[in-house]
C-alpha cells in the first residue's frame, strides 16, 4: 500500500493488518509510475477508509427499519457505555461493502455499525467491537497502533468482566426482578 495522505488513519490500520505502507520517498519516480501501473500499489485509504467524513454510505438505516436484534445491541451499547465510558453512546447501523466494520465519532458519542460487515448473531463479535469503537472514546483518534488504545480495550474488557459479575441484569439488559422470575 502507499501511504495516503489524505486518510492518515488509513495507513495505521493497513500496518495493522501486515500491510507494508509505502512512503513517499522510498521509491525513486520511474518505480512509483511503474507499480501504479502494474496495479501493484494503491493508496491505503482505497483499502482502508478511515476519514468517513466525505462518504455517504449506501443505506443508513432508521430506526423504523431496525430489526430487533438491532434494537437489543444498541440499547446494549447505550446501557454499557455510560458505565463504561462515563458517556452515553447512540448507535446507528448502515450497510456499505466499502466502509469498515464500526466507527466511533467522539465529539458526537455516536457508534456506527456496518451490517454489511458486521453480524448482530454472534455476542462475541457484538461485544468485541463495542469494547473496539468505545476505545477509541479514549484515544479521540482512529489510530488502533497506538499504545493507549490497546490498554484501554484492555481495560474496558476488565471493566466490562467486573461489571457483568457485580450487576449482570445490566449485561443482560433485564431488571433484577425478570431475573429472579
Same mark, same amino acid.
Given at each position: ?65 431496525? &430489526? ?5 445491541? =444498541?440499547? #446494549?451499547?447505550?446501557?454499557?457505555? !455510560?458505565?463504561?465510558? @462515563? +458517556? ?65 480495550? &484492555? ?5 466490562? =468482566?467486573? #461489571?457483568?459479575?457485580?450487576?449482570? !441484569?445490566?449485561?443482560? @439488559? +433485564? ?7
Amino acid at each position: 500500500m502507499s501511504y495516503d495522505p489524505s486518510d492518515v488513519g488509513s495507513n495505521r490500520e493497513a500496518a495493522s493488518r501486515d500491510y507494508v505502507v509505502v512512503s513517499g520517498g522510498s521509491l525513486s519516480a520511474g518505480e512509483w509510475e511503474n507499480a501504479k501501473r502494474a496495479g501493484a500499489i494503491t493508496p491505503a485509504g482505497t483499502l482502508f477508509p478511515t476519514d468517513l467524513k466525505g462518504k455517504t454510505p449506501d443505506k443508513v438505516y432508521t430506526r423504523d427499519e431496525w &430489526t430487533q436484534e438491532m434494537g437489543r445491541y =444498541a440499547e #446494549l451499547v447505550e446501557r454499557l457505555s !455510560e458505565r463504561l465510558i @462515563g +458517556r452515553r453512546v447512540t448507535v446507528t447501523y448502515i450497510n456499505d461493502r466499502q466502509i469498515v466494520c464500526g466507527t466511533f465519532e467522539h465529539a458526537s458519542g455516536a457508534m456506527t455499525v456496518n451490517l454489511a460487515k458486521h453480524s448482530l448473531d454472534d455476542p462475541l463479535e457484538n461485544y468485541g467491537l463495542m469494547l473496539h469503537e468505545l476505545a477509541h472514546n479514549v484515544v479521540r483518534s482512529n489510530d488502533h497502533l497506538c499504545h493507549q488504545f490497546y490498554e484501554s480495550v &484492555t481495560e474496558l474488557g476488565a471493566k466490562l =468482566a467486573l #461489571l457483568a459479575l457485580e450487576e449482570p !441484569e445490566i449485561v443482560r @439488559g +433485564r431488571s433484577p426482578a425478570e431475573l429472579k422470575a
